[in-house]
């Protein structure tokens, strides 16, 4: 079956600090992979995705690489800054025509001055 | 800009109430879904749509049903609010058959029921 599994919070980091948040997955066949980002009070907005191995996926400083050998997708940024506060969902879409994702139970990141 | 569109942010509703939540989507899609977010729970899948006028049960349909009356609309119907339906509740759109394009969420009903 198909399932995410990421790195339990919360996660504290000071500005500047380096971030990365752990995913792996299960698939069958070959999904594309996600990135969602929940500011407070917010719903959840896309922040990067990768559609096939050894893609990378980039917005806003963020990087994630899709590593089919490790099942992985690591959300990495070099220097995190207040503005990055909120909870990071990974997922997966399972390519059938219904197009489901399935989400990781989400990570939420406080950044201090 | 496309978007999904949920008609509250905020909504405070007494126990055993009939409560409507609205979403809309302005992109044609045909995918429609609602989940419920909680602390330490993540997203839960309620209730989701392939089409109109037809709906399938997520992980936890209790206490809740939809409708689909017209393509870009999608309304969860909690029949008799209790105070365990307090959550956060999303909705969300997709597009059948391009995977790649993920989901798309409106901003959320944060919903008390006293």
């Known amino acids: ?113 | 800009d496309v978007k999904v569109t949920q008609s509250s942010r905020y909504l405070v509703k007494r126990t055993g109430e009939k409560v409507f939540l609205e979403c809309v989507q302005d992109m044609d899609h045909e995918n429609m879904f609602w989940y419920r977010q909680d602390p330490g729970l993540g997203l839960r899948l309620i209730y989701f749509s392939y089409d109109v006028k037809m709906k399938e049960k997520g992980d936890i349909p209790e206490g809740y049903s939809v409708s689909r009356e017209k393509k870009e609309r999608f309304s969860l119907i909690l029949e008799s609010a209790s105070t365990n339906q307090t959550s956060m509740y999303l909705c969300a759109s997709s597009s059948q058959g391009k995977a790649n394009y993920g989901y798309t969420f409106g901003s959320g009903t944060r919903l008390t029921v006293v």
Request: glycine fraction near 10%; charge should be negative.
């Open chain 1, 1 to 113: 079956g198909n399932s995410v599994t990421q790195m339990e919070g919360p996660v504290t980091l000071s500005e500047e600090a380096f971030l990365t948040i752990n995913c792996t997955y299960t698939a069958t066949g070959y999904p594309s992979l996600f990135w969602y980002v929940q500011y407070p009070g917010e719903g959840l907005q896309l922040l990067l995705k990768a559609t096939k191995a050894d893609d990378k996926g980039s917005n806003k400083g963020f990087e994630a690489t899709y590593r089919k050998e490790t099942t992985s997708f690591h959300l990495e940024k070099g220097s995190v800054q207040v503005s990055d506060s909120a909870v990071y969902f990974c997922a997966l879409s399972d390519q059938t025509g219904a197009n489901n994702l399935f989400f990781g139970t989400g990570t939420r990141l406080t950044v201090i001055p």
